[in-house]
DNA sequence: AGCTAAACGAGACGGTACGTCGCGTCTTTAT
DNA sequence: ATAAAGACGCGACGTACCGTCTCGTTTAGCT
């Protein structure tokens, strides 16, 4: 299971997200911009060292020793890039079945506060949400891309407790994560507020206790 | 009971936030910006109209009819403009004491989504974390200008329900709202998913329901 | 008797070429960049020191101590500035009435030297061309604001000669200002040759020896 | 007699200019562009077409179906590509003995104002000049390999004149060259006069009737 | 006829300069 | 006296080409 980088669909000369793995797999040579790692290493390096505002193209280009014009030749925007960016160190981890699902659901939250809690990457995401809010077809492909497999991998865990009586028939998965990164988020950027074990542990027991509230209207 | 806006002291030279009645009142000494209210509509105005990209302080002086060294003169910067255009209409009415604690929740939870949801303005919350999210100081300040007031009045209402009994003892009211609001905003700009009725009570119900997983740990 | 510079009109946010004593006189205070004698001594700088691959509007800016915009928002391009910057140190004298039309036409010929065998501003000239070809229009602004004094200068002297009897009726002052120029010029782009007092009397003689080729079209 | 293409030396790896007819002949041993000919007539296309300013390299390489390398292989400027490619159709005839010295200067000047007032190539020469000006070296070596023919074919008409006694001895057929090259060539691009049939004319008449002048310093 | 080496097309790359936009400061003009 | 208007130094934008550099792919002369 790979990470999303960047690439020029050589035949339609559209830029397009290759899963990591896709791309190692297809081709034993490197397809795509040759310097992707330096890049999207040197994006995150800017971020964290001088923060978003910081972030600009040519400071990226030359904290990775690379053309601006090769940046732009791969990424469309700011906001793409820092999308695979952050996309490449985001954490998707499958749940393993550990036969508890408290323990599980416990992983699931850890995970999530891991990706948003990121005390340097997270100071991106309201930025990438500024710049992808008014193209809806951009914030459709970015959560394809970017949120997709963990929240899959989460509603895997989530259906295993719903298997094994845990958790209600029905439950809703969507708004279970919802709740979850909301609340995380939320916490992490607007309200400055703690993230610790406590909360973790609240989050999770919110969607052990209260079933009926997050099943899907029937 | 007013909004905030946004002055400089003259004195200190330092930006002080003062509540727009207290503007009102003083405003026949001619204290504060003449043209706040044209300002921070027009700032609306543009938000609404051209996105966050083009709210550039040049923009909105056009826009109202002003000089930029007017509004450089009140505030010290885009974010601290902005976030006094969106505390202008942002809504923190008090919850009247209904006699029903689902139905106050409800009210509550449709404050939220009502700011929140809102589909202009929202574009510039996620724009004004970024702008705050590097001065620690200034989120406090916002947060005690913009989200207090909101928060306290909800809280008044959980605490009825909690003497009404609907509720716990020691239930956290900051965790509820960090749920409520955190679904809402993630909701609105990352999935882009609907905000309707359903949700609205699911998430009273959240509350309702699962009290133990929100108490504030002993 | 001044110089041209660069000012834009106010009125028709057009730029215009004002001789810099009408400029004087029609306003005690500075009107146009205030920067204009830095920007133009620094294009002669650049040019000079470096050569026109190396006049570039960024190497002006910086050379001047001023940001590219100032010289963007007075000149339209890196041809009016070059225009300018030329036009301020051209020789257009007033030639003065020696009783002798040899010693005029003389003085007239060593002007002309002066100002195509400038070791470094020459070099201007056919980047000029280049520049104003593709723009006929352009390319008469240029040639009122920059030659015709000069030339009408000489045509001067050139009817002193006609009056006196030394050189004939109808003489075409247009196309002897031609040959001087243009085999001056060309000597000195195209031949590297030398224009020393040898040429520089040949040049002479030229139109005192051979006025019927000389003569308009009758 | 055919006309002089640039080509890189793979030996040396210096650049060198043969002769077309050259070229021609030792084409069997495959020296030189395969496709210099759609090269040169590629660029002047692209000169006629869009003027200087668009005269990139890279155009020139699209318009001539060629990559940029090709282009790159064998002239080591743009400078030297237009000089190619200007000289490739730069007429520069044998003047026939017409047995009248009037007549064949005529010729003379005719097939200079031919060069000059090209209506599209001209507008390459003082881009060349620009370009070779800081340069003496390629500015020599673009004489010998692109006027010098010219100027030696009317040289011999010259010489015909002062054998004839047309002429005067000790004539300077440079000093003749130049007035004649620099009067056109000043007209063409620094005035946009006319280059007719008076002007050729009295340019003729200008070599004729004022001998003494135009005679080299004894 | 098949092989080999060159020349070639394509175009990615690290760069430089472009001309534009907006910043936040400062000056001028006109109430 | 205050504010509009806007010039200014500055820095980033996104673009166009530069000249260099791999890449396969022709293409032509030589076994």
Redesign the interface.
């Known amino acids: 299971m790979g990470r999303t980088v960047a690439c020029l669909d050589r035949t339609t000369k559209r830029y397009v997200s290759f899963d990591s793995m896709e791309l190692m797999f297809t081709s034993d040579k490197a397809v795509g911009p040759r310097s992707a790692t330096k890049i999207l290493s040197a994006a995150r390096d800017v971020l964290t060292a001088q ?3 910081s972030l600009t193209i040519e400071a990226v280009a030359a904290a990775a020793g690379v053309g601006k014009s090769t940046i732009y030749r791969w990424w469309p925007s700011k906001e793409a890039l820092l999308a695979d960016a952050i996309a490449d160190v985001f954490r998707a981890d499958e749940i393993p079945d550990l036969g508890d699902t408290r323990a599980e659901l416990r992983l699931a939250v850890d995970m999530t506060i891991d990706n948003y809690a990121n005390e340097d990457l997270a ?1 991106g ?3 990438l ?3 992808l ?2 193209h ?1 077809e951009l ?2 492909r970015f ?1 394809e891309a970017f ?1 997709q497999r963990k929240r899959e991998n989460i509603a895997v865990a989530l259906r295993r407790g719903v298997e094994r009586g845990d958790l209600p028939e029905g439950l809703d998965t ?2 279970v994560q ?2 979850w ?7 992490r ?5 703690s993230l610790d074990d ?2 973790a542990d ?5 969607v ?3 079933p ?3 099943v899907a ?1 029937s």
């Not at 990164?181 to 916490?187: M, P, V």
């Not at 950027?189 to 507020?193: D, I, K, T, Y």
């Not at 609240?202 to 919110?206: K, S």
Request: proline letters at 6%; a positive charge.
């Open positions: 923060g978003y505002s100071a995401l309201p930025a949400a500024t710049g809010l008014p809806p914030m459709t959560r949120l969507d708004l919802d709740v990164a909301g609340t995380i988020l939320y916490r950027l607007m309200m400055g507020s406590d909360v609240r989050l999770v027991r919110l052990l206790d209260s009926a509230a997050l209207r």
